[in-house]
């Protein structure tokens, strides 16, 4: 590459760019090929990166092979590997192939998908894309989709459209300073996703609009819990105006009782969101199907194929039965974005708080066509597989417990060998051990007042021999701590 083409004006020249283009598609592959030779969790300290990097950007341009390089010397020592077939913290990532060129794609048409004729491509091939994603769920014609980042911000619109609903006129009005407002109340268990806190922070309703609702042993809502609830606040005088289950809490993968949920919203006229981010993928399933089962009675429901679809983040799928609403709450068309096609189009600025939007449908319609309906089938089926021969290890072993039912691919269990005082500290110093191998990567939660241990599988690289490793480290962990030994 000659100096005078690198400092030329304008974009990097052609022939350049197919050579940079071939060099990290070439760094991709082998950072996918060598992935299972990295730690899991990144092994760099706060600060470090940052202390390694320049503070200021370099005056004249650099080679890109220079910046390459340094992706491999200093960014790539700071990546924690959520690809790594042994990432099984928090919820596992699907990402895929296909997913990550349609991602390039998208970048490389740089569309901001506000209006129709701002991109067309993208408008309609969203409206496409869910359709058939849709489809594949079981999910009835009246659901219409949209997509925005994440689920955090869908189920943010889908309380703001349930708040339009309830007809306060809090666009025009607000929601300060009016004694005439009553207390706005929406309903969701007490496992429900600290996003579902944030949008009430978000929206002005506060989170003491938020009712959590007691939960069975199974980790469900209690729907007796709920309808007590809403009574109580309808006779103090609030309002309530939402109610949100969930099929595959974040905590459990537990499944609120969807249809008993659905009967007792339409009695009361609430809004009924479905909060399905991470387990809605496995709604392709005919086995699975039985989770699902009154999800079609939901005003709007949300879930993530940046998750366990293939896709990578970030795209979250809302569907919504009354986008009116939704667009009651957000559409305003300044004048310099009136269009003559106005009122026979859809346009996505209307739909949210965000005026363009990515061509995020490309990377999923390049992932539902490359796999199809049974290779993506084949793929969810084998992670609930895994993880039930996972859960099953477990249960033969007399060391292990399951801690909740493994109702998708998400195993919640402890150690508790015999004569082990305190397990919430063994289990841990179990876990952190072994996240620090650099061998796998598990994360915890809390159920019924005990220390759970997570296992999430759903990488698209994960493997029979994956889950072996893992149940060895495991076992070989709980037989090496010095408070099991002293058990023996
Ligand atoms: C992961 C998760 C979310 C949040 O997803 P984001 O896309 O990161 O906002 C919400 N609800 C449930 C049940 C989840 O598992």
Redesign the pocket.
């Known amino acids: 590459m000659s100096e005078t083409k690198r400092h030329s004006f304008g974009d990097m020249p052609a022939d350049e760019f197919l050579d940079a283009g071939g060099s990290v598609l070439e760094f991709i592959n082998g950072y996918f090929e060598q992935l299972e030779k990295l730690p899991v969790l990144a092994r760099t300290g706060p600060g470090r990166l940052a202390d390694e990097l320049p503070t200021e950007a370099p005056e004249a341009g650099e080679s890109f092979e220079a910046i390459i390089a340094d992706v491999e010397k200093l960014i790539l020592p700071a990546v924690t590997n959520w690809n790594h077939p042994n990432f099984h913290g928090l919820?596992s990532t699907s990402t895929s192939g296909p997913g990550i060129l349609g991602e390039t794609l998208s970048a490389a048409f740089d569309m901001k998908s506000m209006l129709w004729r701002t991109a067309p491509a993208s408008t309609e091939l969203e409206d496409v894309t869910l359709g058939w994603l849709r489809q594949m769920l079981g999910l009835p014609e009246a659901f219409e989709g949209i997509i925005y980042?994440?689920?955090?911000?869908?189920?943010m619109h889908a309380i703001a459209a349930a708040r339009e609903r309830a007809g306060l006129n809090i666009r025009e009005l607000g929601m300060s300073g009016r004694p005439d407002l009553p207390l706005l109340c929406i309903y969701a268990s007490e496992h429900v996703?600290s996003?579902i806190d944030k949008a009430c922070i978000t929206l002005g309703l506060g989170t003491r609009s938020l009712r959590k609702i007691a939960c069975n042993e199974r980790f469900e809502m209690r729907a007796a819990e709920l309808r007590r609830a809403i009574e109580e606040d309808v006779a103090a005088g609030h309002r309530p105006i939402c109610v949100i289950p969930?099929i595959?809490?974040?905590s459990s993968t537990s499944v609120d009782p969807v249809g008993e949920i659905a009967e007792i919203a339409e009695e009361f006229g609430l809004w009924m969101h479905v909060?399905?981010?991470?387990?809605g993928p496995a709604a392709v399933l005919d086995e699975k199907r039985h989770f699902f089962a009154g999800w079609e009675r939901a005003d709007s429901i949300?879930l993530?194929p940046?998750?366990w679809l293939f896709t990578p983040f970030?795209l979250?799928a809302f569907y919504c039965r009354d986008m009116e609403s939704l667009k009651a709450a957000f559409s305003l068309v300044p004048e310099y974005l009136r269009t003559s096609e106005q009122t026979t189009v859809k346009n996505g600025m209307d739909y949210g708080i965000q005026l363009g939007r990515r061509f995020r449908s490309l990377k999923l319609w390049f992932v539902l066509r490359y796999f199809g309906r049974r290779g993506i089938e084949a793929r969810i089926r084998e992670h609930c597989r895994l993880a039930e021969l996972f859960a099953s290890w477990i249960d033969e072993s007399g060391d292990f417990e399951l801690l909740a039912p493994v109702n998708f691919a998400l195993v919640c269990f402890r150690a508790c060998p015999a004569g082990v005082e305190g397990l919430d500290t063994f289990n841990e110093r179990l876990m952190n051990h072994i996240n620090a191998t650099g061998e796998a990567y598990i994360s915890h939660t809390k159920l019924a007042g005990k220390l759970a241990l997570r296992v999430s599988i759903g990488s698209i690289r994960v493997e029979e021999r994956h889950i072996e490793k893992l149940w060895q480290l495991l076992k070989n962990g709980v037989s090496e701590s010095p408070a099991a030994g002293q058990a023996n």
């Open positions: 919820f980042d994440t689920a955090s911000v869908s189920t996703h996003s969930t595959g809490t974040t909060d399905a981010a991470y387990a949300v993530n940046h998750k970030d979250s």
